[in-house]
C-alpha cells in the first residue's frame, strides 16, 4: 500500500490510525476532512479540506493523489445526533461514499477500500443471542444504524459489479484518548475533569447505566483495520470487538474510583435514547482467525488514558 488515503482524517479514529500507517507502512499519506486541520500530524501527510458530499471536490482531489489504499472513515457518527438531524446523517455517510466511490469508478482508480461500519446495525438482540457473530442478521434501530447498513450495501455492491477489494469492519463500541464527548465513556471522563479543576459542580449526569456493552479501545481498533486491509477478504465484513460485554455502570465505577473528587451521580432524561439497545457483545473469531488481530488493551487502560488527556485538556 504505497498510497493510502484516510478519509474523516480530522476526526478521532483517525487520530491514532494515521500514525499506526506511518510506521506500520511508512506510505505516502494523504487525509481528507472538514476542519483547518488534520486530528494528528505525522512526515509527509498532505491533507485537504473536502466536504465529501461535494461530488467535484472529492473527484479533483482523488485524480490528484490516485490512491491504492482508502480507509473510508468520514461519517456522522453519533446514534443520538442521528435522531436529532437524520438528514445529514444520510446524506455525509451514504452520498458522501457514493461520490467516494463513484469518482473512483469514474477515474478508474483501482484500489481497495476499508468501510468503517458499525455494530448498531445489529439492533435489538435478544440477550441469549449474543455474543453476535457477522451472520447475525442486521436490524438497524436509529437512523445511523439504517446508515451503516446502506454503507456497507453499497460498497459490497461496488465489490461484485467491479471486482473491487473491498473490506469491511463492524465495530463495537470504541474508546480511547481524543474522542468526542458525546460518547459515553469520553462523556464521564470530561465530566470528572471538570469537576477536579472547578470548572464544574460536583454531579455528574448519566443516560442509562443498565446497558451492557462491547468496548475496544480505539488503538485495538486501528490495528485490526489496518490488518483487515492486509489479510482482509474482499466483499468481508468482520467484527472488531472484544468479546466482553461490560455495564455502563462499571465503566462509570472504575472512572469514579480514579478520582479523588466527591461526585454524585444523576440521571439525566436528555441523555436517553429513543431506541436503547439492552446489551451488545460481538465475536471476534473471524478476525482473529483471519487476520492474526486480537485486542491487548484492557478497559480499565483506555478508561485511565481517556481521564488523562481529558485532564490535561480541561486544566489548560
Given at each position: 500500500m504505497e498510497r493510502t488515503l484516510v478519509t474523516g482524517a480530522d476526526g478521532f479514529v483517525a487520530s491514532h490510525l494515521i500514525p499506526e500507517l506511518f510506521h506500520g507502512w511508512g506510505c505516502e499519506l494523504f487525509g481528507l476532512g472538514l476542519r483547518p486541520e488534520p486530528s494528528c500530524s505525522v512526515v509527509g501527510l498532505e491533507y485537504r479540506v473536502v466536504d465529501l458530499t461535494d461530488f467535484e471536490g472529492v473527484e479533483k482531489v482523488l485524480d490528484g493523489f490516485r490512491p491504492d489504499a482508502v480507509f473510508h472513515l468520514a461519517a456522522q457518527p453519533s446514534v443520538a445526533r442521528s435522531w436529532e438531524d437524520p438528514w445529514s446523517t444520510y446524506r455525509v455517510n451514504l452520498l458522501g461514499q457514493v461520490n467516494l466511490m463513484e469518482a473512483m469508478r469514474r477515474l478508474g482508480i483501482e484500489a481497495s477500500v476499508h468501510i468503517a461500519c458499525s455494530s448498531e446495525?445489529?439492533?435489538r438482540v435478544s440477550p441469549d443471542e449474543m455474543p453476535l457473530d457477522e451472520g447475525a442478521p442486521l436490524n438497524p434501530c436509529s437512523h445511523y444504524a439504517v446508515s451503516k447498513v446502506g454503507q456497507e450495501?453499497?460498497?459490497k455492491m461496488y465489490s461484485e459489479a467491479f471486482s473491487w477489494r473491498v473490506l469491511i469492519t463492524r465495530g463495537f463500541n470504541q474508546a480511547g484518548p481524543g474522542q468526542s464527548p458525546d460518547f459515553v465513556v469520553s462523556s464521564f471522563a470530561r465530566q470528572i475533569a471538570l469537576v477536579?479543576?472547578?470548572?464544574?459542580e460536583p454531579v455528574l449526569k448519566v443516560g442509562n447505566l443498565e446497558a451492557r456493552r462491547d468496548f475496544t479501545d480505539?488503538?485495538?481498533t486501528v490495528r485490526a483495520y489496518q490488518m483487515v486491509m492486509e489479510k482482509g477478504r474482499p466483499g468481508a465484513a468482520y467484527n472488531v470487538c472484544s468479546g466482553v460485554a461490560s455495564a455502563i455502570s462499571e465503566v462509570l465505577e472504575i472512572l469514579l474510583g480514579m478520582s479523588d473528587a466527591r461526585i454524585t451521580v444523576a440521571k439525566d432524561p436528555a441523555r436517553q435514547r429513543p431506541s436503547d439497545i439492552?446489551?451488545?457483545v460481538g465475536d471476534n473469531s473471524l478476525v482473529r482467525e483471519e487476520t492474526g488481530w486480537q485486542?491487548?488493551?484492557p478497559l480499565e487502560k483506555t478508561l485511565g488514558d481517556t481521564l488523562?488527556?481529558?485532564r490535561s485538556i480541561e486544566s489548560r
Open positions: 446495525e445489529y439492533g450495501v453499497l460498497g477536579e479543576c472547578g470548572k464544574a480505539v488503538r485495538d439492552p446489551v451488545l485486542p491487548e488493551i488523562e488527556y481529558w
